[in-house]
T-cell receptor, first 108, second 114 residues
């Protein structure tokens, strides 16, 4: 089955800085890679996703890059704001295999 | 429109009790998923339906866990003889057609087994 590793587990940045979260996956057949944001006690919310036929996708301050050869993908958040503070999960494949999450703390 | 809903939102059960958790997916969504999320962890896949067919149940941790979606819409996850290690948030998600599409999550049912 699929195995997803996510790093770091915690990331603290100053407001306005960039944040990068990285994930690796094991199943070369995986071709769908979403990122979810989960605030405390809330449901996961999709923030961006990428399919294996593209290498990069951007949506305002959020971007995702995918390296299929190396089997890793990354979330990039620029100009971070305090409201970006949450736990972020990457996932891979059909019935999603999730990483363990990254708690992002943005200090004003 | 209405999103994915789940009930109950919170459930406290005594060890050994049976529980039933309900998921109402977004209307018209073909695919439905159940996940288990332990405290501080990512969601872990339990099972997947396409319409009424259960296509993958490889994530169900034991034969005490059973899921159904008899009419291809509402789904129920049943846990028999609950154990303390079953305590978790159970998340339901649905997607429009295929599994490799955006999955919309429900608010979850927080199960506490005492």
């Amino acid at each position: 089955g699929e195995n997803v590793e996510q790093h770091p587990s915690t990331l603290s940045v100053q407001e306005g800085d960039s944040a990068v979260i990285k994930c690796t996956y094991s199943d070369s057949a995986s071709n769908y890679f979403p990122w979810y944001k989960q605030e405390l006690g809330k449901r996961p919310q999709l923030i961006i996703d990428i399919r294996s036929n593209v290498g990069e996708k951007k949506d305002q301050r959020i971007a995702v890059t995918l390296n299929k050869t190396a089997k890793h993908f990354s979330l990039h958040i620029t100009e971070t704001q305090p409201e970006d503070s949450a736990v972020y999960f990457c996932a891979a494949s059909r019935a999603l295999t999730f990483g363990k999450g990254t708690m992002l703390l943005v200090s004003p | 429109g209405a999103g994915v809903s789940q009930s109950p939102r919170y459930k406290v059960a005594k060890r050994g009790q049976d529980v039933a958790l309900r998921c109402d997916p977004i209307s018209g969504h073909v695919s439905l998923f159940w996940y288990q999320q332990a405290l501080g962890q990512g969601p872990e896949f339990l099972t997947y339906f396409q319409n009424e067919a259960q296509l993958d149940k490889s994530g169900l941790p034991s034969d005490r866990f059973f899921a159904e979606r008899p009419e291809g819409s509402v789904s129920t996850l049943k846990i028999q003889r609950t154990q303390q290690e079953d305590s978790a948030v159970y998340l339901c998600a649905s997607s429009l057609v295929a599994a490799q599409e955006t999955q919309y999550f429900g608010p979850g049912t927080r199960l506490l087994v005492l």
